[in-house]
Each structure stands twice: as C-alpha cells, then as structure tokens.
C-alpha cells in the first residue's frame, strides 16, 4: 500500500514539474514574440527562468538562500549578512493546483501558489535555509501553520496593523531587530556596519534605477508588461547584476518610438510572472499603463533609508521606517497615504482611468476597492473593478469589459 503511495506522489511530482516547466516556457515564448520585444530584456527572462529550475539557480547564486514572502522585509539586512534574498512570488497555475485539495478554494491564489512550491520535491522555495514570512494578511499568517515542516526554518514578522501610531512603530522597529538577531544566528556572525551600509548604496542604486524606468514608462517608452518581467526578475535577489541591465536598457529605450494606448492606473492585488494576463488585456484593449500602486511594481523598493544616525541601530531605525511608514499595503487599518498618492499620481501622470485589480481571494484589496471606486469617481476619474484569478479562461470576457473602458475614456476626453 506504501508502495503505491509513494508511487502515486512520485507521478503527482514529475506531472508538476512538467506541467511548470510548460506553463513557464509558453509565458516565455509569447513575451519574445511580442513586436516590442527587445535583446535587452533576455537578462531578465533569463533570471525568471531558473523559476522551475532550482538546481540552474544554484549553480548561478552560491550563496545560502532566505525567501521573503512580502515587501515588507528589509532586504538591506538579508544581504549585508551574506545571503540570497529571494522573493517567494509565485503567480503559476501548475503549482496552485498541487495544493488545491489542502487550502479553501477561494484562498488567496497568491498563497495557494506559493504553499503549491513547497509541495514539490525541488524547488526554489525548498532551497531557502530560511523563509520570512511578515504576516501581511490573514492569508501569510496562516501560511506558516500550513508549511507542515516543509521549509528548513521559517521566521515570522509580526506586523502592527496600526501603522501611523507610535506604538506601531516601535512594535515594527522591534521586529526588524529580531530578524536581525535571527539572520546573525543562522549567519554565524554580527551584523557589520560596513556591510549593512554597503548593501544601503547597492539598494539606493537600483531603487534609482527603477524609477527612471517607471519614469520611461510614463513616457510610453516601455509597456507595463515588460516592467512587470523586469520587477520580478528583481525579486530574484542579482541586486547589482539587475541595476547594471536596467541602466543599460534605459539607454535603448530613450532612442524608442513613444507606445500608442489611452493612459491607464492599475491599482489593486499583486501581478507576477508568469500570469501576466492583466497587463496583457489591458494593453490588448489599447491601452498603456502610466502608473501603478502594485506590490509586485511600482513599490518593489522601499527606497534609501535616509535617517541620521549611520550606527548599525540608527540604520535598522531608518530601514524600519522606510519599509513601514512607505509601505501602502490595503492591510494596514490605516491607509490614507493610499488613496491620496493614487489620485496625485493621476493628476502628475496624466492619467483619467483607474483599473483596481482584485485577485479572487484577496480581501484587503478587495475591501478597498468599494471605497476607491466611490472617491475616485467623486473626483471625476473613470474607474473599473475587474476580479480574476490565475486562470485563462475570463480572459474574453475581461477583454470586453477592458474594451468598453477605453470607449469611455475615449468619449469623455
Ligand atoms: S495582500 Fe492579497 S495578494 Fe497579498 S498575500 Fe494577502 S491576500 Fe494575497
């Protein structure tokens, strides 16, 4: 009976890795057809290709792996003390579905995706010698429970609700102290502010870097699917590697021909390779996303920790406050910055339509989005909800709703 058990496992894992190995290579060949499709941009699919293939990472990455689940880990901290920050951003219908009996079908598809990769026998998320996870939503907090022993080391970052209170950043600058105190133990050495300022310059680089390139896309220089590919590829944790490519690709893209398309804001739940269907109908239905509050773009970086005090705990304080007080996550119960650096973001960019995202499952964007489209139809933008998981088969009926969208825009400008 064990036997066949164990049999049955095995053929669930080969079906898996082939069904990934697919769905990955298909993504990638369609980006690669595209007619905007540059050399340039082979770096960064190149990186999002070692997804499926855990053992090609190693090869090309030495150092002991830590996987973040969220934004809100300071990176900084990770790779001063001699690891890999990797971010655990699965998006891939192949590995939800290795999970799908385990978790409530309306889970988040985010974490059914991620939970899916710590079901295979090899994969990315296996290799992490440690995996944070802050408990950003009722979701991650759960993951933890739900991991059954199959990470190596797991930390949890406890995150206060209650952002703007003092309380709240104190309870945070805490927690950042302790993933410090986690990482030098598994590290077998302090912290050293030689290298922790190091690693500041080396984030501040590509912080500097991704938005000239959010600067370009604003300019219709670069579609928002390719600075999607590009954002993820930074998730892989080749920090200095990604900020020389940036740099070199902003140089070709200003001798670009300037893209066609109404401008749009995307708002709303995380996008990530290879589901990149969104940013897809959304350019599909002729139009060209100018800015976005994503989790997974435009707030990848928290940007330079710009505080006084250069002592290793003057530093944590800076990043702490950077990482918290600038993140505008909807799981916070207070997000009035939110709301109000969206709509100065329209009128900056631009832009009259708002497209919120909502991935089935994900409530805090959800709740939001109720009270979104209402200020920001009363402040006279357009505004459209569209609800979508990983699956392709809503992609027609997303693409006349998106369609109809542009006509609107069209007629009231
Ligand atoms: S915030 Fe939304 S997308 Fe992110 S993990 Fe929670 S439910 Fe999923």
């Given at each position: 009976?064990?036997?066949?058990?164990?049999?049955?496992?095995?053929?669930?894992?080969?079906?898996?890795?082939?069904?990934?190995?697919?769905?990955?290579?298909?993504?990638?060949?369609?980006?690669?057809?595209?007619?905007?499709?540059?050399?340039?941009?082979?770096?960064?699919?190149?990186?999002?290709?070692?997804?499926?293939?855990?053992?090609?990472?190693?090869?090309?990455?030495?150092?002991?792996?830590?996987?973040?689940?969220c934004?809100?880990?300071?990176?900084?901290?990770?790779?001063?003390?001699?690891?890999?920050?990797?971010?655990?951003?699965?998006?891939?219908?192949?590995?939800?579905?290795?999970?799908?009996?385990?978790?409530?079908?309306?889970?988040?598809?985010?974490?059914?995706?991620?939970?899916?990769?710590f079901?295979?026998?090899?994969?990315?998320e296996?290799?992490?010698?440690?995996?944070?996870?802050?408990?950003?939503?009722?979701?991650?907090?759960?993951?933890?429970?739900?991991?059954?022993?199959r990470?190596?080391?797991?930390?949890?970052?406890?995150?206060?609700?209650?952002?703007?209170?003092?309380?709240?950043?104190?309870?945070?600058?805490?927690?950042?102290?302790?993933?410090?105190?986690?990482?030098?133990?598994?590290?077998?050495?302090?912290?050293?502010?030689?290298?922790?300022?190091?690693?500041?310059?080396?984030?501040?680089?590509?912080?500097?870097?991704?938005?000239?390139?959010?600067?370009?896309?604003?300019q219709?220089?670069?579609?928002?699917?390719?600075?999607?590919?590009?954002?993820?590829?930074?998730?892989?944790g080749?920090?200095?590697?990604?900020?020389?490519?940036?740099?070199?690709?902003?140089?070709?893209?200003?001798?670009?021909?300037?893209?066609?398309?109404?401008?749009?804001?995307?708002?709303?739940?995380?996008?990530?390779?290879?589901n990149?269907k969104v940013?897809?109908?959304?350019?599909e239905?002729?139009?060209?996303?100018?800015?976005?509050?994503?989790c997974?773009?435009?707030?990848?970086?928290?940007?330079?920790?710009?505080?006084?005090?250069?002592?290793?705990?003057g530093?944590?304080?800076?990043?702490?406050?950077?990482?918290?007080?600038?993140?505008?996550?909807?799981?916070?119960?207070?997000?009035?910055?939110?709301?109000?650096?969206?709509?100065?973001?329209?009128?900056?960019?631009?832009?009259?339509?708002?497209?919120?995202?909502?991935?089935?499952?994900?409530?805090?964007?959800?709740?939001?989005?109720?009270r979104?489209?209402?200020?920001?139809?009363?402040?006279?933008?357009?505004?459209?909800?569209?609800?979508?998981?990983?699956?392709?088969?809503?992609?027609?009926?997303?693409?006349?709703?998106?369609?109809?969208?542009?006509?609107?825009?069209?007629?009231?400008?």
């Amino acid at each position: 009976m064990n036997n066949v058990v164990t049999r049955r496992e095995e053929l669930q894992q080969l079906r898996a890795r082939a069904d990934m190995a697919t769905e990955y290579a298909a993504e990638m060949a369609a980006l690669r057809s595209r007619k905007d499709y540059l050399a340039e941009y082979d770096y960064f699919l190149d990186l999002l290709g070692l997804l499926p293939h855990p053992e090609r990472f190693r090869e090309r990455f030495k150092k002991p792996l830590v996987g973040l689940t969220c934004v809100q880990a300071p990176l900084e901290l990770v790779d001063a003390l001699g690891f890999h920050p990797y971010r655990l951003c699965a998006h891939a219908s192949s590995r939800q579905r290795l999970v799908s009996s385990q978790l409530p079908s309306l889970a988040c598809p985010l974490l059914k995706s991620i939970r899916g990769s710590f079901h295979l026998d090899e994969s990315l998320e296996r290799l992490c010698d440690l995996t944070v996870i802050p408990g950003s939503c009722d979701w991650m907090a759960k993951l933890p429970e739900t991991l059954e022993g199959r990470a190596p080391g797991v930390h949890v970052m406890e995150l206060p609700r209650i952002r703007e209170s003092e309380r709240g950043q104190r309870r945070w600058l805490e927690e950042v102290r302790e993933l410090k105190r986690v990482l030098e133990k598994r590290a077998g050495r302090s912290l050293s502010r030689q290298a922790l300022l190091r690693s500041l310059e080396t984030h501040a680089r590509a912080w500097r870097a991704w938005h000239l390139l959010l600067d370009a896309r604003s300019q219709s220089l670069i579609s928002a699917t390719w600075t999607t590919v590009i954002s993820h590829a930074f998730l892989m944790g080749d920090t200095e590697g990604w900020t020389d490519r940036v740099n070199r690709l902003l140089r070709v893209l200003r001798e670009q021909p300037p893209l066609s398309g109404t401008r749009v804001f995307l708002a709303g739940s995380p996008i990530f390779f290879p589901n990149l269907k969104v940013p897809q109908l959304i350019e599909e239905a002729g139009m060209h996303i100018a800015g976005d509050e994503l989790c997974s773009s435009e707030r990848i970086l928290a940007g330079p920790a710009l505080g006084r005090d250069r002592s290793v705990d003057g530093l944590l304080r800076s990043l702490a406050e950077q990482y918290h007080l600038g993140c505008s996550c909807p799981s916070f119960t207070d997000t009035p910055r939110r709301l109000a650096n969206l709509l100065e973001t329209l009128h900056q960019r631009r832009i009259s339509g708002v497209i919120y995202h909502v991935l089935k499952g994900c409530h805090p964007y959800d709740m939001d989005s109720y009270r979104y489209e209402k200020i920001i139809k009363e402040r006279g933008f357009s505004f459209i909800r569209i609800e979508t998981d990983l699956s392709r088969e809503d992609g027609k009926n997303l693409l006349v709703r998106l369609e109809a969208f542009r006509d609107l825009l069209h007629e009231r400008s």
